[in-house]
């Protein structure tokens, strides 16, 4: 772990297309409150949303470039440190969206995994161009700039929500 802080990917060479379309890989680092007995999981789950490299261009969940010398859970998981300096659980995927660039004219397949935090680092690779936040399901829905991104968290709190039921 401390040689993937260390060493932020730089580059695009590794990058991975699947018919022209770039390949990316997130996630959505989430916690639980503990100490109270909460009834609503809205009440209980927090997300961690990070500010988009360019400043003013809102907020958005960790992700960036799977590579071809990754699996998709280690490209998430790497993401997630370097951008949002956190690590932790990749569960299964949440889903697969294709979304335009906001930057070019390009095509991404984007998939969202949820990573259930362990560790916060104090030192991460983009601390100096990031600021990261816990937030509410509610909170997060009104900054995340990604309408693909708010429907990977409904399918979070979903498979959250169902798991409780069991």
């Given at each position: 772990m401390v040689t993937m802080i260390a060493n932020a990917r730089r580059g695009r060479?590794?990058?991975?297309?699947?018919?022209?379309?770039?390949?990316?890989?997130?996630?959505?680092?989430?916690?639980?409150?503990?100490?109270?007995?909460?009834?609503?999981?809205?009440?209980?789950?927090?997300?961690?949303?990070?500010?988009?490299?360019?400043k003013g261009k809102g907020m958005l969940f960790p992700k960036g470039g799977w590579e071809t010398d990754e699996t998709i859970k280690e490209a998430a998981l790497r993401e997630c440190i370097e951008e949002a300096g956190v690590y932790g659980s990749v569960e299964g995927v949440l889903g697969k969206w294709c979304f335009k660039s906001k930057g070019n004219d390009g095509y991404y397949d984007g998939y969202m995994f949820p990573l259930l935090v362990e560790k916060q680092l104090d030192l991460w690779p983009e601390k100096d161009i990031r600021s990261r936040d816990w937030v509410s399901v509610a909170n997060a829905k009104e900054v995340c700039q990604y309408s693909w991104m708010k429907e990977a968290l409904d399918l979070l709190v979903t498979r959250l929500e169902l798991s409780r039921v069991k």
């Open positions: 060479e590794l990058q991975r297309y699947d018919q022209g379309q770039r390949q990316v890989v997130g996630c959505i680092p989430y916690r639980l409150k503990t100490g109270s007995n909460y009834k609503d999981l809205n009440d209980e789950l927090e997300v961690l949303v990070i500010s988009a490299q360019r």
